[in-house]
């Protein structure tokens, strides 16, 4: 059994076949699914589709991307929305350097909202790093010890992973693990601590190699773990079981 740990499929590619794509997803041993939010009516959309499905779940938050949206009613907004019974965290967080589609202040204003909502509702948080790195620590830095959470689509150093576990956080392996150039990732996924990994899609973004440039889905979780159980020399069910019981801890589901 397999936790896809960050999905997107209130996304509106999936409104044609939805339905499908979760069956695919179970059929190959994705059983739970953590769908992720990343503006108010996504985050609606991701809590509606956790109620209809057994084993899925839900976080709430503001994306990087749309960190200029967050004011004081959008925050009593997502403070209403964790009172659902399955919504797990806050999350998707953070900061995105790369695409800088709202200023750098409002990212950082807007992370630090939120993780002090995780941590006055005692939630993990579900944090975007894309390129801002030294920030991402530097922000965290003064919550380290009060909240916990995942680190998604991990993409920093091997330095950088071993701090974050350090500081009870989770690193999160996407499809990028299985592209031929992505040494450092690979790295990290061979030698963190299994009982700090997560596996996750990111769907219905980055695909892993053997489906590259097609839309992501759940079911191709199997490849990214696949490769990780190769790296590690480890069987696919060992790896099945300490990532599952891994997000089962950090999202307190069961």
């Known amino acids: 059994m397999f936790v896809d740990t960050h999905a997107h499929l209130q996304w509106a590619s999936f409104d044609k076949d939805r339905e499908h794509v979760i069956s695919r997803a179970r059929k190959v041993g994705v059983e739970h699914l953590v769908n992720i939010g990343f503006d108010v009516d996504g985050c609606r959309k991701g809590i509606e589709l ?103 689509c991990f993409s920093g150093s091997r330095e950088m992973a071993e701090q974050c576990v350090k500081s009870r956080f989770y690193i999160s392996i996407a499809g990028p693990v299985t592209f031929p150039n992505a040494h450092k990732l690979r790295e990290i996924a061979k030698w963190t601590d299994l009982n700090r990994i997560l596996l996750e899609t990111d769907s219905p973004w980055l695909a892993p190699q053997d489906v590259r440039g097609k839309r992501n889905e759940p079911a191709f979780l199997l490849s990214i773990a696949k490769k990780i159980a190769e790296l590690r020399g480890i069987t696919l069910d060992e790896l099945a079981e300490t990532t599952t019981r891994n997000a089962k801890e950090v999202f307190q589901i069961s």
């Open 50 to 152: 956790a109620e209809k499905h057994k084993g899925f779940y839900a976080t709430v938050g503001i994306h990087p991307h749309n960190a200029s949206q967050l004011n004081q009613n959008v925050l009593d907004k997502l403070r209403k929305l964790c009172e659902e019974t399955k919504v797990v965290a806050i999350g998707e967080i953070g900061l995105d350097y790369y695409r800088n589609l709202s200023s750098r202040e409002a990212q950082k204003k807007a992370f630090t909202a939120q993780l002090l909502l995780a941590e006055e509702l005692e939630l993990p948080v579900v944090i975007h790093d894309r390129e801002a790195h030294r920030d991402i620590l530097e922000i965290l830095s003064e919550f380290f010890g009060k909240i916990s959470g995942v680190m998604h």
